[in-house]
């Protein structure tokens, strides 16, 4: 059965196969049948075989933040339940009280509540057992839930935000890392989990036509996340991960190389072993996702440049002719004429 929390497991398994740890394996260490990552009518997975999970992608991974990048690399993942918001929501506020109740359809160890003031309105993630510190998959679900809430209000908005505060309840080792994804320095062994964003945002209308597009790209680009090849090289690995993660633009140096649990100088040299730079990436995952929304002739050129990362029209308008030879409006006309 297609549930909330047999997606996350499955966004959990397709991020585990980008960073090289064989879905099959995991679901064997956790007593997983395989069968059931291909069966249409999945059965809940018990609370040990999730826990199991955890634990041995961890250990497999190497990576003691692996929820706060599963967190970021959910980004397209999470489209489809700010869809599901989207229908019964027209603002920012609304749609955060209506996602509150999301979270305990995913787990059992939190929930979520929001509070609000004059000046500012904040997400609370909140743990519903005592002990919950003492169990490792909390602490990364924690970490997960806290990055979807940064990443849901992007999805709404169209460009990033930047929470006010992030309380933290755990104690934090990799605090540069923790800042990054948070984009601010969170408080950690605090008395609560909680983001808190400026009150501007809560009256914002939700820009449904943008979440179209959105939606389009994460259908488009689904197909690069089938595309998984045994032996491929780390330049092809990183050129799926910026294409299937696009929809609020292509990533950055260090947030690509911090999913691949690597520092951006080591994945800079690795690539340059394989004669190409990471720029050189970039501008082909552009390429491919202008050329492919272009096609699709629905969306204005402004919409695309825009969702490309280009803050000046004329910039990718100069980008795309270097690339195909023809402007965007050109090529958009050619293939709406085709159509």
């Excluded at 740890?21 to 059965?43: F, G, M, T, V, Y």
């Excluded at 929930?111 to 309105?121: G, H, L, P, Q």
């Excluded at 552009?286 to 929304?293: D, E, G, I, K």
Aim: hydrophobic fraction near 40%.
């Amino acid at each position: 059965m297609e549930t909330p929390a047999n997606n996350f497991i499955l966004g959990l398994l397709a991020y585990a196969a980008q960073r090289d740890i064989a879905p099959e394996q995991l679901c064997k260490l956790a007593h997983i049948d395989p069968a059931w990552l291909r069966s249409a009518n999945k059965r809940p997975l018990s609370e040990k075989q999730v826990n199991d999970l955890w634990l041995n992608v961890l250990h497999l991974s190497k990576d003691a933040q692996f929820g706060l990048h599963l967190g970021e690399s959910l980004q397209l993942s999470a489209l489809g339940i700010v869809g599901e918001i989207i229908k019964s929501s027209k603002t920012v506020g609304e749609a955060v009280t209506n996602a509150a109740g999301l979270v305990e359809h995913v787990t059992d160890w939190f929930n979520m509540t929001v509070t609000r003031n004059s000046n500012s309105f904040t997400i609370h993630i909140n743990p519903l057992k005592a002990d919950w510190k003492s169990f490792v998959p909390a602490v990364q679900m924690l970490d997960v839930f806290m990055v979807l809430v940064i990443h849901e209000l992007d999805g709404l908005l169209l460009h990033k935000i930047a929470p006010l505060t992030v309380s933290y309840m755990p104690g934090i080792d990799n605090l540069h890392e923790y800042e990054r994804v948070f984009r601010c320095r969170p408080v950690a062994k605090s008395r609560k989990n909680a983001i808190t964003f400026d009150s501007s945002f809560w009256d914002e209308p939700i820009i449904t036509a943008n979440y179209e597009l959105q939606h389009f790209l994460k259908e488009k680009m689904s197909a690069a996340l089938n595309q998984v090849k045994k032996n491929e090289r780390l330049s092809d690995k990183i050129n799926r991960y910026l294409i299937s993660n696009a929809y609020l633009g292509i990533l950055s140096l260090e947030e690509t190389a911090a999913n691949f649990h690597m520092s951006p100088r080591t994945l800079q040299r690795r690539l340059k072993e394989e004669d190409v730079s990471f720029q050189q990436l970039a501008d082909s995952a552009r390429q491919y996702l202008a050329v492919q929304t272009l096609k699709q002739g629905k969306y204005s050129v402004k919409e695309i440049a825009y969702m490309m990362g280009y803050n000046e029209l004329s910039a990718f308008s100069r980008a795309f002719k270097r690339w195909t030879g023809n402007s965007p409006e050109s090529y958009r006309l050619k293939y709406s004429t085709q159509s």
